[in-house]
């Protein structure tokens, strides 16, 4: 069974910083390419940031050098580093995993608000 757990979701000032942690047990990591997405009320949901099997990354427009998304495949983990939050960036945020199947997480609510 594949589960993906997502953490490090929480309140932050506008300016702050949080990282976000996404876990990955029942797959073999290192295969997959990694995702991060976010998703508000009414919105459809939009891509962050990725990255390949091979190390690629890509990033959304609206990131503009404040976000960076990371794995260590050893722990079956990818990350993303968010600095420099705005209170636009409130949302849910999902991990992805994906190969061949798409591996989705729970989601973690992040809100930027002073």
């Known amino acids: 069974q594949v589960l993906l757990v997502e953490s490090g979701g929480g309140l932050v000032q506008p300016g702050g910083s949080l990282r976000l942690s996404c876990a990955a047990s029942g797959i073999i990591s290192r295969l997959y390419h990694k995702a991060w997405y976010r998703q508000v009320p009414g919105k459809q949901r939009e891509l962050v940031a990725r990255?390949?099997?091979?190390?690629?990354?890509y990033y959304g427009d609206f990131v503009k050098g404040r976000f960076t998304i990371s794995r260590d495949d050893a722990k079956s983990t990818v990350y993303l580093q968010m600095n420099s939050l705005k209170p636009e960036d409130t949302a849910v945020y999902y991990c992805?995993?994906?190969?061949?199947?798409?591996?989705w997480g729970q989601g973690t609510q992040v809100t930027v608000s002073s």
């Open positions: 992805n995993f994906q190969r061949v199947s798409s591996y």
């Open positions: 990255i390949g099997s091979a190390g690629d990354t």
